[in-house]
């Protein structure tokens, strides 16, 4: 079975960056469409990116499209989030996970949940 692990989360100020790194262990996830997801205290998870196994195929929430990339090394067994101009709404666990089931992008299609990693983006 996968096991995920993410990294790369910290502390920035408004319009900053960051890269959060996914990296699988156990099995390889070549063959796997991936995710990132987060979740605010208070809040439910929701969906912030997501990539086709090729990489070909991306999705974006509206609220992070034009400032957050997903891309995949599947050679590394490793996705990677970039994130710049980051705003403190942005503060958030981030999770990533792999799709168990096609098509949709919300937090219910996709599993093997990580433990994520703490992004805070102070104003």
């Known amino acids: 079975q996968v096991q995920l692990v993410e990294s790369g989360g910290g502390l920035v100020q408004a319009g900053g960056s960051l890269r959060l790194s996914c990296t699988a262990s156990?099995?390889?996830?070549?063959?796997?469409?991936m995710g990132w997801f987060r979740q605010a205290p208070g809040k439910e998870r929701e969906s912030v990116a997501t990539?086709?196994?090729?990489?070909?195929?991306?999705y974006y929430a509206d609220s992070v499209k034009g400032r957050f990339i997903i891309s995949r090394d599947n050679a590394k067994n490793t996705v990677y989030l970039q994130m710049n101009t980051l705003k403190p709404g942005d503060t958030a666990v981030y999770y990533c996970a792999r799709r168990l089931r096609p098509v949709g992008n919300t937090p219910d299609f996709f599993g093997s949940w990580g433990q994520g990693t703490q992004v805070t983006v102070s104003s």
């Open positions: 156990g099995r390889t996830f070549s063959n796997y469409d």
């Open positions: 990539i086709s196994w090729s990489g070909i195929s991306t």
